[in-house]
């Protein structure tokens, strides 16, 4: 089913647990059917809840991750993208693994069910097995309402891992923006990181993940042009979608081999345990 595109439980929703006897007997079996042709490099998704992560990954890798409107992940699901001979050369792996994770939650919306405490589990596994990790973040997004808070809060947490993730941010619903908006709100995204970093005893963004600083921030135009639901998609969304995508490949290039899917299994096991 791995093999045909289908999405894959990695971190069970309602438990919030990894099961993780199936989980290795899943990739082993995975890691043979292919020949052991599996050095693999992982894209996750994080952010808030209802901004489109899994329509974003649909879009730039033709997952299928499920979408529906007021519908959201739960927990965490990874699929595996195979690559010809020609581009596993040029990207230094035999395929890649695309994570798509659970939306963090503002603390209002959170009962007295640990549900926050998951999410930020959730997330921070994700970034801890990314190659590349994709941060969604919300039109209208502040210091004042949590979730820069929390995003970074999972970034930060995998230094317990001695790894800092190759990071991307992407804002949604953003349309109609011009070049001097884009730049002031640029800026201002930045100074609330940095704000929320220091909190976190780092000094900027660069001592907490890796990033291009004329590549690191993406403006996504919402995902539909018109009104539902006789909308089309936009054709902006998916023009910087495509963008998007050619620039995380073109990185994935540049982050350094690693293991085979056996390898990849062991790591889910010692990042889970660790968190």
Request: proline share 3%.
């Amino acid at each position: 089913m791995l093999l045909d595109g289908l999405p894959f439980e990695l971190v069970d929703g309602d438990a919030g647990n990894i099961p993780m006897k199936w989980i290795d007997g899943i990739l082993t079996e995975l890691h043979y059917l292919i020949q052991s042709n599996s050095r693999v490099k992982v894209i996750s998704v994080i952010g808030i809840e209802n901004s489109g992560k899994s329509t974003l990954l649909n879009a730039m890798f033709g997952t299928s991750f499920a979408v529906n409107k007021g519908m959201c992940t739960r927990g965490a699901f990874m699929q595996l993208i195979t690559v010809s001979k020609y581009v596993s050369r040029d990207l230094g792996c035999d395929c890649i693994m695309i994570l798509d994770t659970e939306g963090l939650k503002a603390h209002k919306m959170v009962q007295n069910d640990h549900s926050h405490e998951r999410d930020l589990e959730v997330a921070s596994l994700a970034v801890a097995l990314s190659d590349i990790t994709v941060v969604s973040i919300s039109k209208g997004c502040s210091v004042e309402n949590d979730f820069l808070r929390m995003v970074l809060n999972a970034l930060t947490r995998v230094k317990i891992v001695d790894k800092k993730p190759l990071c991307h941010f992407v804002q949604v619903h953003m349309t109609g923006m011009s070049v001097s908006e884009g730049m002031k709100n640029e800026k201002a995204l930045l100074e609330q990181i940095t704000v929320i970093i220091q909190r976190e005893k780092a000094r900027k963004l660069s001592d907490v993940v890796e990033f291009d600083p004329s590549t690191w921030n993406w403006y996504l135009p919402y995902v539909w042009k018109g009104t539902l639901p006789m909308a089309s998609y936009s054709t902006a969304y998916s023009e910087t979608a495509q963008a998007l995508k050619s620039r995380l490949l073109k990185d994935l290039k540049k982050c350094p081999a690693r293991g085979d899917l056996l390898d990849f299994a062991k790591r889910i096991e010692s990042f889970w345990k660790s968190l």
